[in-house]
Protein backbone atom coordinates (compact mmCIF):
# COMPACT_ATOMS: atom_id res chain seq x y z
CA UNK A 1 0.00 0.00 0.00
CA UNK A 2 1.95 3.28 -1.22
CA UNK A 3 0.02 6.94 -0.87
CA UNK A 4 1.58 10.64 -0.99
CA UNK A 5 3.13 12.33 -3.46
CA UNK A 6 5.84 10.45 -5.47
CA UNK A 7 7.68 13.15 -6.92
CA UNK A 8 11.23 14.75 -6.97
CA UNK A 9 10.56 16.53 -4.07
CA UNK A 10 9.59 14.32 -1.92
CA UNK A 11 11.39 11.40 -2.88
CA UNK A 12 14.08 11.79 -0.34
CA UNK A 13 12.03 10.36 2.09
CA UNK A 14 10.45 7.70 0.02
CA UNK A 15 13.87 6.40 -0.81
CA UNK A 16 14.65 6.35 3.21
CA UNK A 17 11.30 4.28 3.94
CA UNK A 18 11.83 1.93 0.78
CA UNK A 19 15.09 1.52 2.61
CA UNK A 20 14.22 -0.02 5.35
CA UNK A 21 11.12 -2.15 4.02
CA UNK A 22 11.04 -5.65 4.45
CA UNK A 23 8.91 -7.66 1.88
CA UNK A 24 7.50 -11.12 2.90
CA UNK A 25 8.34 -13.61 0.67
CA UNK A 26 6.02 -15.16 -2.21
CA UNK A 27 3.33 -12.97 -4.22
CA UNK A 28 3.47 -9.06 -3.49
CA UNK A 29 0.44 -6.10 -4.35
CA UNK A 30 1.84 -3.33 -4.80
CA UNK A 31 -1.56 -0.56 -4.66
CA UNK A 32 -0.91 2.51 -5.87
CA UNK A 33 -4.78 3.85 -5.77
CA UNK A 34 -3.49 6.44 -2.57
CA UNK A 35 -0.66 7.92 -4.44
CA UNK A 36 -1.93 11.42 -5.15
CA UNK A 37 1.15 12.66 -8.34
CA UNK A 38 3.50 10.30 -9.94
CA UNK A 39 6.78 12.06 -11.87
CA UNK A 40 9.41 10.53 -13.69
CA UNK A 41 11.44 10.60 -10.37
CA UNK A 42 8.83 8.57 -8.73
CA UNK A 43 8.17 6.32 -11.35
CA UNK A 44 11.95 5.57 -11.35
CA UNK A 45 12.24 4.24 -8.04
CA UNK A 46 8.95 2.35 -8.65
CA UNK A 47 10.33 0.54 -11.31
CA UNK A 48 13.54 -0.07 -9.80
CA UNK A 49 11.11 -1.53 -6.54
CA UNK A 50 9.47 -3.75 -9.10
CA UNK A 51 12.58 -5.06 -11.08
CA UNK A 52 15.00 -5.85 -7.43
CA UNK A 53 11.93 -7.78 -6.38
CA UNK A 54 10.99 -9.35 -9.49
CA UNK A 55 14.80 -10.49 -9.43
CA UNK A 56 14.65 -11.50 -5.68
CA UNK A 57 11.91 -14.67 -7.12
CA UNK A 58 8.43 -12.55 -6.06
CA UNK A 59 5.32 -12.41 -8.19
CA UNK A 60 4.85 -8.82 -8.36
CA UNK A 61 0.70 -7.46 -9.45
CA UNK A 62 0.57 -3.36 -9.33
CA UNK A 63 -2.75 -2.28 -9.01
CA UNK A 64 -4.39 1.43 -9.01
CA UNK A 65 -1.92 2.87 -11.22
CA UNK A 66 -3.70 6.00 -13.10
CA UNK A 67 -3.55 6.22 -16.57
CA UNK A 68 -0.89 8.90 -16.57
CA UNK A 69 1.20 7.13 -14.10
CA UNK A 70 0.80 3.99 -15.86
CA UNK A 71 2.22 5.83 -19.06
CA UNK A 72 5.05 7.03 -17.11
CA UNK A 73 6.02 3.96 -15.56
CA UNK A 74 6.08 1.94 -19.07
CA UNK A 75 8.16 4.75 -20.62
CA UNK A 76 10.57 4.49 -17.45
CA UNK A 77 11.00 0.52 -18.03
CA UNK A 78 11.67 1.20 -21.60
CA UNK A 79 14.24 3.70 -21.21
CA UNK A 80 16.16 1.68 -18.34
CA UNK A 81 16.31 -1.25 -21.05
CA UNK A 82 17.31 0.65 -23.18
CA UNK A 83 19.96 2.70 -20.98
CA UNK A 84 21.71 -0.94 -20.65
CA UNK A 85 24.94 -0.92 -18.23
CA UNK A 86 26.58 2.39 -17.26
CA UNK A 87 29.95 3.03 -17.77
CA UNK A 88 32.02 3.63 -15.43
CA UNK A 89 34.61 6.89 -15.68
CA UNK A 90 37.81 4.63 -15.05
CA UNK A 91 39.66 5.18 -11.33
CA UNK A 92 43.12 5.81 -11.62
CA UNK A 93 45.99 4.52 -9.05
CA UNK A 94 48.12 6.75 -7.58
CA UNK A 95 51.18 5.56 -9.47
CA UNK A 96 49.55 5.82 -12.48
CA UNK A 97 48.41 9.66 -11.53
CA UNK A 98 52.02 10.50 -10.87
CA UNK A 99 53.38 9.15 -14.19
CA UNK A 100 50.47 10.95 -16.17
CA UNK A 101 50.76 14.49 -14.15
CA UNK A 102 54.77 14.05 -14.60
CA UNK A 103 54.12 13.26 -18.72
CA UNK A 104 51.99 16.24 -18.79
CA UNK A 105 54.26 18.44 -17.12
CA UNK A 106 56.81 17.39 -19.85
CA UNK A 107 54.59 18.72 -22.31
CA UNK A 108 53.84 22.02 -20.90
CA UNK A 109 57.69 22.35 -20.80
CA UNK A 110 58.16 21.67 -24.33
CA UNK A 111 55.04 23.17 -24.82
CA UNK A 112 55.90 26.59 -23.73
CA UNK A 113 59.40 25.87 -25.44
CA UNK A 114 57.90 25.95 -28.45
CA UNK A 115 55.77 28.99 -27.38
CA UNK A 116 58.98 30.93 -26.84
CA UNK A 117 60.12 29.39 -30.21
CA UNK A 118 57.17 30.83 -32.17
CA UNK A 119 57.55 34.12 -30.49
CA UNK A 120 60.92 34.37 -31.22
CA UNK A 121 60.51 34.02 -34.87
CA UNK A 122 57.52 36.14 -35.14
CA UNK A 123 59.59 38.95 -34.05
CA UNK A 124 62.02 38.27 -36.64
CA UNK A 125 59.82 38.29 -39.18
CA UNK A 126 58.77 41.89 -37.78
CA UNK A 127 62.13 43.32 -37.33
CA UNK A 128 62.51 42.45 -40.90
CA UNK A 129 58.83 43.98 -42.07
CA UNK A 130 58.92 46.53 -39.21
CA UNK A 131 55.81 47.91 -40.48
CA UNK A 132 54.07 45.40 -39.69
CA UNK A 133 54.47 45.95 -36.10
CA UNK A 134 51.15 47.00 -34.63
CA UNK A 135 51.96 50.22 -32.68
CA UNK A 136 48.56 50.41 -32.03
CA UNK A 137 47.74 47.33 -30.28
CA UNK A 138 51.48 48.75 -28.53
CA UNK A 139 49.63 51.62 -27.51
CA UNK A 140 46.46 50.16 -26.00
CA UNK A 141 48.52 48.00 -24.00
CA UNK A 142 50.86 50.18 -22.38
CA UNK A 143 48.52 52.52 -21.50
CA UNK A 144 46.25 49.74 -19.67
CA UNK A 145 49.36 48.13 -18.33
CA UNK A 146 51.22 51.01 -17.73
CA UNK A 147 49.46 54.07 -16.86
CA UNK A 148 46.90 52.33 -15.45
CA UNK A 149 48.99 50.45 -12.57
CA UNK A 150 50.68 53.76 -11.55
CA UNK A 151 48.42 54.10 -8.59
CA UNK A 152 49.26 50.64 -6.71
CA UNK A 153 52.54 50.67 -7.82
CA UNK A 154 53.31 53.80 -6.77
CA UNK A 155 51.28 53.63 -3.24
CA UNK A 156 53.09 50.20 -2.50
CA UNK A 157 56.57 51.36 -2.98
CA UNK A 158 55.70 54.44 -0.73
CA UNK A 159 54.60 52.31 1.64
CA UNK A 160 57.56 50.16 1.56
CA UNK A 161 60.00 52.84 1.74
CA UNK A 162 58.31 53.89 5.06
CA UNK A 163 58.65 50.65 6.43
CA UNK A 164 62.32 50.11 5.46
CA UNK A 165 62.76 53.48 6.92
CA UNK A 166 61.04 52.87 10.38
CA UNK A 167 62.08 49.36 10.84
CA UNK A 168 65.91 50.00 9.96
CA UNK A 169 66.07 53.61 11.64
CA UNK A 170 64.96 52.02 15.29
CA UNK A 171 68.26 49.70 15.00
CA UNK A 172 70.63 52.34 13.36
CA UNK A 173 70.13 54.52 15.92
CA UNK A 174 71.33 53.38 18.51
CA UNK A 175 74.51 52.78 17.05
CA UNK A 176 74.27 56.61 15.98
CA UNK A 177 74.18 55.53 12.69
CA UNK A 178 70.67 57.12 11.16
CA UNK A 179 71.64 58.93 8.49
CA UNK A 180 72.92 55.20 7.12
CA UNK A 181 68.84 54.62 6.76
CA UNK A 182 69.32 56.48 3.21
CA UNK A 183 71.65 54.31 1.78
CA UNK A 184 69.81 51.36 3.54
CA UNK A 185 66.33 52.35 2.09
CA UNK A 186 68.14 53.91 -1.42
CA UNK A 187 70.19 50.61 -2.32
CA UNK A 188 67.45 48.08 -1.11
CA UNK A 189 64.84 49.47 -2.99
CA UNK A 190 67.17 50.32 -6.20
CA UNK A 191 68.69 46.90 -6.43
CA UNK A 192 65.75 44.76 -5.34
CA UNK A 193 62.59 45.75 -3.82
CA UNK A 194 61.22 47.70 -6.69
CA UNK A 195 61.94 45.76 -9.50
CA UNK A 196 60.47 42.39 -7.34
CA UNK A 197 57.42 44.31 -6.18
CA UNK A 198 56.63 46.07 -9.34
CA UNK A 199 57.16 42.56 -10.86
CA UNK A 200 54.98 40.92 -8.82
CA UNK A 201 51.70 43.09 -9.12
CA UNK A 202 52.53 43.67 -13.15
CA UNK A 203 52.07 39.73 -12.80
CA UNK A 204 48.75 40.12 -10.51
CA UNK A 205 47.34 42.42 -12.48
CA UNK A 206 48.06 42.22 -15.93
CA UNK A 207 49.84 38.79 -16.64
CA UNK A 208 46.50 37.47 -15.64
CA UNK A 209 44.31 39.78 -16.98
CA UNK A 210 46.11 38.31 -20.47
CA UNK A 211 45.47 35.37 -19.56
CA UNK A 212 42.00 35.90 -19.36
CA UNK A 213 41.50 37.09 -22.45
CA UNK A 214 43.49 34.99 -24.74
CA UNK A 215 41.69 32.57 -22.63
CA UNK A 216 38.20 33.72 -23.74
CA UNK A 217 39.15 34.37 -27.13
CA UNK A 218 39.82 31.27 -27.61
CA UNK A 219 36.47 29.71 -25.82
CA UNK A 220 34.66 32.05 -28.06
CA UNK A 221 36.70 30.67 -31.16
CA UNK A 222 38.08 34.28 -31.49
CA UNK A 223 40.65 32.88 -31.83
CA UNK A 224 40.23 30.62 -34.96
CA UNK A 225 38.38 33.37 -36.46
CA UNK A 226 41.61 35.46 -36.15
CA UNK A 227 43.35 32.42 -37.90
CA UNK A 228 41.25 31.99 -40.51
CA UNK A 229 41.13 35.88 -41.70
CA UNK A 230 45.11 34.97 -41.99
CA UNK A 231 45.52 36.97 -39.11
CA UNK A 232 48.28 35.22 -36.93
CA UNK A 233 46.77 35.37 -33.29
CA UNK A 234 50.68 35.59 -32.13
CA UNK A 235 50.95 38.86 -33.74
CA UNK A 236 48.17 40.72 -32.67
CA UNK A 237 47.83 39.34 -29.09
CA UNK A 238 50.94 38.54 -28.17
CA UNK A 239 53.89 40.56 -29.25
CA UNK A 240 52.12 43.93 -28.66
CA UNK A 241 51.78 42.60 -25.28
CA UNK A 242 55.42 41.26 -24.77
CA UNK A 243 56.69 44.55 -26.30
CA UNK A 244 53.97 47.19 -24.55
CA UNK A 245 55.09 45.27 -20.96
CA UNK A 246 58.86 45.12 -21.70
CA UNK A 247 58.72 49.04 -21.93
CA UNK A 248 56.18 49.65 -19.45
CA UNK A 249 57.95 46.99 -16.68
CA UNK A 250 61.60 49.13 -16.31
CA UNK A 251 59.60 52.58 -16.01
CA UNK A 252 57.15 51.40 -13.82
CA UNK A 253 60.37 50.24 -11.70
CA UNK A 254 61.96 53.68 -11.93
CA UNK A 255 58.56 55.49 -10.89
CA UNK A 256 58.73 52.54 -8.12
CA UNK A 257 62.47 53.79 -7.08
CA UNK A 258 61.45 57.43 -6.89
CA UNK A 259 58.11 56.50 -4.58
CA UNK A 260 60.47 54.00 -2.19
CA UNK A 261 62.67 56.70 -1.65
CA UNK A 262 60.32 59.38 -1.06
CA UNK A 263 58.63 57.08 1.39
CA UNK A 264 61.79 55.98 3.35
CA UNK A 265 62.56 60.34 3.25
CA UNK A 266 59.22 61.18 4.68
CA UNK A 267 59.72 58.62 7.68
CA UNK A 268 63.34 59.63 8.30
CA UNK A 269 62.66 62.96 8.70
CA UNK A 270 59.41 62.28 11.24
CA UNK A 271 61.36 60.06 13.04
CA UNK A 272 64.70 60.39 12.61
CA UNK A 273 65.24 64.49 12.33
CA UNK A 274 66.89 64.12 8.81
CA UNK A 275 65.97 66.58 6.62
CA UNK A 276 64.81 65.96 2.74
CA UNK A 277 68.33 67.87 1.39
CA UNK A 278 70.35 65.61 3.99
CA UNK A 279 68.85 62.75 3.03
CA UNK A 280 68.62 63.15 -1.09
CA UNK A 281 72.84 64.21 -0.75
CA UNK A 282 73.03 60.40 1.07
CA UNK A 283 71.49 58.70 -1.37
CA UNK A 284 73.53 60.35 -4.12
CA UNK A 285 76.53 59.17 -2.78
CA UNK A 286 74.64 55.62 -1.10
CA UNK A 287 73.02 54.56 -4.83
CA UNK A 288 75.71 54.77 -8.01
CA UNK A 289 74.37 54.25 -11.26
CA UNK A 290 75.61 50.46 -11.42
CA UNK A 291 72.53 49.82 -8.53
CA UNK A 292 70.66 51.75 -10.43
CA UNK A 293 70.56 49.87 -13.98
CA UNK A 294 71.04 46.65 -12.14
CA UNK A 295 67.85 47.05 -10.55
CA UNK A 296 66.17 48.78 -14.00
CA UNK A 297 67.65 46.34 -16.06
CA UNK A 298 65.87 43.22 -14.85
CA UNK A 299 62.80 44.44 -15.67
CA UNK A 300 62.37 43.51 -19.13
CA UNK A 301 63.59 40.32 -18.19
CA UNK A 302 60.73 39.93 -15.64
CA UNK A 303 58.29 41.70 -18.07
CA UNK A 304 59.10 39.05 -21.02
CA UNK A 305 58.49 36.29 -18.47
CA UNK A 306 55.30 37.59 -17.35
CA UNK A 307 53.99 38.20 -20.78
CA UNK A 308 55.17 35.14 -22.10
CA UNK A 309 53.60 32.61 -19.46
CA UNK A 310 50.47 35.44 -19.38
CA UNK A 311 49.81 34.59 -23.32
CA UNK A 312 50.50 31.14 -23.28
CA UNK A 313 48.51 30.04 -20.40
CA UNK A 314 45.97 32.03 -22.67
CA UNK A 315 46.09 29.41 -25.12
CA UNK A 316 46.22 26.80 -22.97
CA UNK A 317 42.07 27.00 -22.02
CA UNK A 318 40.08 24.61 -23.40
CA UNK A 319 36.41 24.89 -23.72
CA UNK A 320 34.80 25.97 -20.61
CA UNK A 321 34.83 29.82 -18.65
CA UNK A 322 36.14 26.67 -15.29
CA UNK A 323 39.30 26.22 -17.90
CA UNK A 324 39.96 30.21 -17.87
CA UNK A 325 40.21 30.71 -14.13
CA UNK A 326 42.00 27.62 -13.59
CA UNK A 327 44.51 28.74 -16.33
CA UNK A 328 45.03 32.72 -14.98
CA UNK A 329 45.75 30.98 -11.40
CA UNK A 330 48.69 29.19 -12.73
CA UNK A 331 49.60 32.22 -15.25
CA UNK A 332 49.84 34.43 -11.80
CA UNK A 333 51.82 31.66 -9.66
CA UNK A 334 54.16 30.66 -12.42
CA UNK A 335 54.90 34.50 -13.35
CA UNK A 336 55.97 35.30 -9.44
CA UNK A 337 57.46 31.93 -9.08
CA UNK A 338 59.31 32.65 -12.04
CA UNK A 339 60.43 36.26 -11.18
CA UNK A 340 61.61 35.39 -7.99
CA UNK A 341 63.84 32.49 -9.38
CA UNK A 342 65.38 34.63 -12.05
CA UNK A 343 65.51 37.45 -9.30
CA UNK A 344 67.78 34.90 -7.58
CA UNK A 345 69.99 33.89 -10.42
CA UNK A 346 70.45 37.68 -10.80
CA UNK A 347 71.62 37.89 -7.70
CA UNK A 348 73.91 35.36 -7.58
CA UNK A 349 75.07 36.17 -11.19
CA UNK A 350 75.91 40.30 -10.16
CA UNK A 351 77.71 38.81 -7.03
CA UNK A 352 80.26 37.21 -9.37
CA UNK A 353 80.88 40.10 -11.24
CA UNK A 354 81.35 42.20 -8.15
CA UNK A 355 78.56 44.67 -9.35
CA UNK B 1 -8.35 44.22 -24.03
CA UNK B 2 -9.86 40.53 -25.04
CA UNK B 3 -8.63 37.45 -24.23
CA UNK B 4 -9.82 34.31 -25.63
CA UNK B 5 -12.22 32.42 -23.52
CA UNK B 6 -10.20 29.46 -22.65
CA UNK B 7 -11.80 26.03 -21.95
CA UNK B 8 -11.73 24.80 -18.45
CA UNK B 9 -8.31 26.22 -17.29
CA UNK B 10 -6.61 28.96 -16.21
CA UNK B 11 -4.14 30.08 -18.80
CA UNK B 12 -0.52 28.83 -17.71
CA UNK B 13 0.85 32.35 -18.63
CA UNK B 14 -0.69 35.35 -18.93
CA UNK B 15 1.10 38.01 -20.55
CA UNK B 16 -0.83 41.41 -20.10
CA UNK B 17 0.25 45.24 -21.76
CA UNK B 18 4.00 44.15 -21.30
CA UNK B 19 6.52 46.19 -22.35
CA UNK B 20 10.27 46.68 -22.96
CA UNK B 21 12.61 48.81 -22.99
CA UNK B 22 16.54 48.93 -22.69
CA UNK B 23 17.03 52.32 -22.40
CA UNK B 24 16.03 54.32 -25.36
CA UNK B 25 15.70 51.16 -27.31
CA UNK B 26 11.85 50.02 -27.11
CA UNK B 27 12.08 46.03 -27.74
CA UNK B 28 8.31 45.54 -27.35
CA UNK B 29 5.52 47.44 -26.64
CA UNK B 30 1.14 46.71 -25.45
CA UNK B 31 2.09 43.18 -25.65
CA UNK B 32 -1.23 40.78 -24.57
CA UNK B 33 -0.83 36.83 -24.96
CA UNK B 34 -1.73 33.98 -23.29
CA UNK B 35 -0.40 30.40 -22.97
CA UNK B 36 -3.20 27.94 -22.51
CA UNK B 37 -3.22 24.65 -19.95
CA UNK B 38 -1.66 21.95 -21.92
CA UNK B 39 -0.74 23.58 -25.04
CA UNK B 40 2.34 23.99 -27.21
CA UNK B 41 2.27 27.65 -28.60
CA UNK B 42 5.00 28.84 -30.94
CA UNK B 43 6.52 32.34 -31.10
CA UNK B 44 7.59 33.56 -33.75
CA UNK B 45 8.92 36.50 -35.89
CA UNK B 46 11.98 38.14 -37.37
CA UNK B 47 15.15 38.33 -36.03
CA UNK B 48 15.68 40.95 -33.20
CA UNK B 49 11.63 41.24 -33.06
CA UNK B 50 12.10 40.67 -29.36
CA UNK B 51 10.95 36.85 -29.41
CA UNK B 52 13.89 35.96 -27.43
CA UNK B 53 13.47 38.95 -24.93
CA UNK B 54 9.70 37.76 -24.28
CA UNK B 55 10.34 34.23 -23.63
CA UNK B 56 13.04 35.23 -20.89
CA UNK B 57 10.64 38.05 -19.63
CA UNK B 58 7.62 35.00 -19.45
CA UNK B 59 10.65 32.97 -17.61
CA UNK B 60 11.20 35.25 -15.21
CA UNK B 61 14.79 36.45 -15.99
CA UNK B 62 14.51 40.16 -17.03
CA UNK B 63 12.02 42.33 -15.69
CA UNK B 64 9.55 43.78 -17.74
CA UNK B 65 9.49 47.95 -17.90
CA UNK B 66 5.91 47.89 -18.06
CA UNK B 67 2.98 45.55 -18.01
CA UNK B 68 2.56 42.42 -15.97
CA UNK B 69 3.20 38.60 -16.18
CA UNK B 70 1.29 36.03 -14.24
CA UNK B 71 2.92 32.74 -14.44
CA UNK B 72 1.54 29.66 -13.03
CA UNK B 73 -1.45 31.48 -12.04
CA UNK B 74 1.19 33.76 -9.73
CA UNK B 75 1.62 37.60 -10.57
CA UNK B 76 5.35 37.91 -11.02
CA UNK B 77 5.15 41.46 -9.74
CA UNK B 78 4.15 40.70 -6.53
CA UNK B 79 6.46 37.97 -5.90
CA UNK B 80 9.25 37.93 -3.09
CA UNK B 81 12.51 36.04 -4.16
CA UNK B 82 11.46 32.93 -2.58
CA UNK B 83 7.95 32.83 -4.52
CA UNK B 84 10.10 33.66 -7.50
CA UNK B 85 12.15 30.43 -6.77
CA UNK B 86 9.06 28.78 -5.35
CA UNK B 87 7.69 29.32 -9.50
CA UNK B 88 11.17 28.69 -11.23
CA UNK B 89 11.19 24.96 -9.72
CA UNK B 90 7.83 24.20 -11.77
CA UNK B 91 9.55 26.32 -15.14
CA UNK B 92 12.40 24.72 -16.99
CA UNK B 93 14.19 26.68 -19.64
CA UNK B 94 16.19 25.55 -22.70
CA UNK B 95 18.29 28.25 -23.87
CA UNK B 96 19.01 29.15 -27.27
CA UNK B 97 22.80 27.46 -26.77
CA UNK B 98 22.83 25.59 -24.06
CA UNK B 99 24.12 27.15 -21.23
CA UNK B 100 25.15 23.59 -20.17
CA UNK B 101 28.29 24.00 -17.76
CA UNK B 102 31.72 23.81 -18.93
CA UNK B 103 32.93 22.26 -16.15
CA UNK B 104 30.27 19.29 -15.59
CA UNK B 105 30.15 16.52 -17.48
CA UNK B 106 26.43 16.02 -19.09
CA UNK B 107 24.87 14.10 -16.27
CA UNK B 108 25.90 16.36 -13.70
CA UNK B 109 24.72 18.93 -15.86
CA UNK B 110 21.28 17.15 -15.58
CA UNK B 111 21.72 16.37 -12.12
CA UNK B 112 22.47 20.53 -11.04
CA UNK B 113 18.07 21.47 -10.27
CA UNK B 114 18.13 17.99 -8.53
CA UNK B 115 20.78 18.49 -6.66
CA UNK B 116 19.76 22.06 -5.57
CA UNK B 117 16.31 21.61 -5.06
CA UNK B 118 16.02 17.88 -3.65
CA UNK B 119 17.70 15.99 -1.06
CA UNK B 120 17.97 12.90 -2.70
CA UNK B 121 21.00 11.24 -2.55
CA UNK B 122 23.56 11.18 -4.95
CA UNK B 123 23.63 7.55 -6.37
CA UNK B 124 19.35 8.40 -6.93
CA UNK B 125 20.13 11.96 -8.14
CA UNK B 126 22.52 9.91 -11.10
CA UNK B 127 19.95 7.32 -11.61
CA UNK B 128 17.24 9.93 -12.73
CA UNK B 129 19.78 11.75 -14.70
CA UNK B 130 20.58 8.88 -16.40
CA UNK B 131 16.93 8.39 -17.19
CA UNK B 132 16.36 11.93 -18.05
CA UNK B 133 19.16 11.58 -20.73
CA UNK B 134 17.96 8.53 -21.94
CA UNK B 135 14.65 9.65 -22.53
CA UNK B 136 15.90 12.55 -24.62
CA UNK B 137 18.09 10.05 -26.41
CA UNK B 138 21.33 10.54 -25.20
CA UNK B 139 23.52 7.21 -23.62
CA UNK B 140 24.84 6.64 -20.25
CA UNK B 141 28.10 7.13 -22.08
CA UNK B 142 27.56 10.25 -23.28
CA UNK B 143 26.66 11.50 -19.82
CA UNK B 144 30.32 11.25 -19.03
CA UNK B 145 31.14 13.84 -21.54
CA UNK B 146 32.08 17.35 -21.00
CA UNK B 147 29.88 20.23 -23.00
CA UNK B 148 32.71 21.26 -25.54
CA UNK B 149 32.64 17.53 -26.42
CA UNK B 150 29.30 17.40 -27.93
CA UNK B 151 28.00 18.08 -31.58
CA UNK B 152 25.53 20.86 -31.59
CA UNK B 153 22.77 18.31 -31.62
CA UNK B 154 23.51 16.35 -28.34
CA UNK B 155 24.40 19.92 -26.99
CA UNK B 156 20.23 20.73 -27.39
CA UNK B 157 19.57 17.17 -26.37
CA UNK B 158 21.84 17.60 -23.38
CA UNK B 159 20.27 20.94 -22.52
CA UNK B 160 16.42 19.78 -23.00
CA UNK B 161 17.35 16.96 -20.31
CA UNK B 162 18.66 19.16 -18.17
CA UNK B 163 15.40 21.68 -18.27
CA UNK B 164 12.95 18.56 -17.65
CA UNK B 165 15.55 17.29 -14.70
CA UNK B 166 12.28 18.11 -12.20
CA UNK B 167 9.62 17.42 -14.29
CA UNK B 168 8.03 20.77 -15.18
CA UNK B 169 4.83 21.99 -15.61
CA UNK B 170 5.66 24.91 -17.80
CA UNK B 171 8.55 24.23 -20.53
CA UNK B 172 10.46 27.21 -22.36
CA UNK B 173 12.63 26.61 -25.90
CA UNK B 174 14.54 29.01 -27.21
CA UNK B 175 15.37 28.53 -30.76
CA UNK B 176 15.40 24.44 -29.95
CA UNK B 177 16.45 23.03 -33.73
CA UNK B 178 18.61 26.42 -34.89
CA UNK B 179 21.73 25.14 -36.19
CA UNK B 180 20.74 21.83 -36.41
CA UNK B 181 20.41 19.52 -39.69
CA UNK B 182 17.32 18.79 -41.03
CA UNK B 183 17.49 15.20 -39.70
CA UNK B 184 18.34 16.56 -36.47
CA UNK B 185 15.81 18.90 -36.58
CA UNK B 186 13.35 16.63 -37.34
CA UNK B 187 14.00 14.20 -34.63
CA UNK B 188 14.50 17.10 -32.04
CA UNK B 189 10.48 18.13 -33.02
CA UNK B 190 9.98 14.48 -32.60
CA UNK B 191 11.47 14.38 -29.38
CA UNK B 192 9.58 17.45 -28.07
CA UNK B 193 6.13 16.05 -29.01
CA UNK B 194 6.92 12.57 -27.26
CA UNK B 195 8.06 14.16 -24.35
CA UNK B 196 4.88 16.69 -24.63
CA UNK B 197 3.43 12.88 -24.60
CA UNK B 198 5.09 11.49 -21.86
CA UNK B 199 5.50 14.36 -19.40
CA UNK B 200 2.80 16.40 -20.37
CA UNK B 201 4.38 19.80 -19.76
CA UNK B 202 2.74 23.35 -21.81
CA UNK B 203 5.77 24.31 -23.81
CA UNK B 204 6.10 27.94 -24.60
CA UNK B 205 8.57 27.15 -28.19
CA UNK B 206 10.48 30.36 -29.93
CA UNK B 207 11.31 29.84 -33.44
CA UNK B 208 12.06 30.66 -36.84
CA UNK B 209 11.65 27.16 -38.49
CA UNK B 210 8.57 27.35 -40.27
CA UNK B 211 8.82 23.74 -40.85
CA UNK B 212 8.89 22.93 -36.81
CA UNK B 213 5.54 25.59 -36.12
CA UNK B 214 3.80 23.18 -38.89
CA UNK B 215 4.77 19.59 -36.79
CA UNK B 216 4.86 20.61 -33.03
CA UNK B 217 2.94 23.74 -32.34
CA UNK B 218 -0.82 23.86 -31.24
CA UNK B 219 -0.90 27.85 -31.77
CA UNK B 220 1.44 30.53 -32.96
CA UNK B 221 1.61 34.20 -32.04
CA UNK B 222 3.18 36.18 -34.58
CA UNK B 223 5.35 39.33 -33.45
CA UNK B 224 6.20 42.23 -35.21
CA UNK B 225 7.22 46.15 -34.88
CA UNK B 226 7.35 45.37 -30.89
CA UNK B 227 3.78 44.09 -30.86
CA UNK B 228 1.34 40.89 -31.50
CA UNK B 229 0.86 40.40 -35.08
CA UNK B 230 -1.63 37.67 -35.42
CA UNK B 231 -2.18 35.05 -33.64
CA UNK B 232 -4.10 31.30 -34.42
CA UNK B 233 -2.87 27.83 -35.64
CA UNK B 234 -0.64 27.66 -38.94
CA UNK B 235 -4.09 27.22 -40.59
CA UNK B 236 -5.48 30.00 -39.23
CA UNK B 237 -2.51 32.29 -40.00
CA UNK B 238 -1.83 30.94 -43.45
CA UNK B 239 -5.18 31.71 -44.59
CA UNK B 240 -4.86 35.41 -42.92
CA UNK B 241 -4.76 38.53 -45.46
CA UNK B 242 -2.75 40.99 -43.04
CA UNK B 243 0.32 41.55 -45.61
CA UNK B 244 2.89 41.15 -42.49
CA UNK B 245 1.36 37.43 -41.80
CA UNK B 246 1.57 36.64 -45.29
CA UNK B 247 5.19 38.45 -45.84
CA UNK B 248 6.10 36.12 -43.29
CA UNK B 249 4.17 32.88 -43.58
CA UNK B 250 3.74 32.54 -47.54
CA UNK B 251 7.31 33.24 -48.74
CA UNK B 252 8.91 30.53 -50.65
CA UNK B 253 10.32 29.12 -47.56
CA UNK B 254 6.81 29.30 -46.14
CA UNK B 255 5.06 27.70 -48.62
CA UNK B 256 7.57 24.74 -48.38
CA UNK B 257 7.40 24.16 -44.90
CA UNK B 258 3.16 24.21 -45.71
CA UNK B 259 3.91 21.64 -48.27
CA UNK B 260 5.76 19.32 -46.37
CA UNK B 261 3.68 19.65 -43.08
Redesign the interface.
Known amino acids: MCSGYW???H??EL?SQLAHLRFPAGALEIDLAAVGRM???GA??LQ?LISTLRQAQHEVQILGLSP?AA??LE??GR??E??????V?PQRMLLERLGRGSVAHVHAGIGMLGFIGEIGLAWMRQLLHPGRVRWREVADNLVEAGHRALGIVGLLSFLLGIVIAYQGGVQMRQYGASLFVADLVGLSMVRELAPIITAIIVAGRTGSAYTAQIGTMK?TEEVDALRSMGIPPLELLVLPKLLALIIALPLLTVFADIMGILGGMVMSSVQLDISFSTFIQRIGIAVSLDSFLVGVGKAPVFAAIIATIGCYQGFQV??????VGRRTTISVVQAILAVIVIDAAFSVAFSRLGI | MQHEATVGAEPVVRVTDLGMRFGTKVVHEHIDLDVRQGEILGIVGGSGCGKTTLLREMALLPKPSAGSVQVLGRDIAGLSDAGVAQVRRRVGVLFQNGALFGGLNVLHNVGVPLREHTRLSDPLVDRIARLKLSLVGLSAADGLLYPNQLSGGMRKRAALARAIALDPELLFLDEPTSGLDPVSADAFDALVLDLKQALDPTVVLVTHDLDSLWRVADRVVLLGEGRVLAEGSMQELTSSRDPAVVRFLQGPRGRAAQASA
Open positions: TVRLAEDTGLVEKGLLVSLQGGITPAVVGSAES
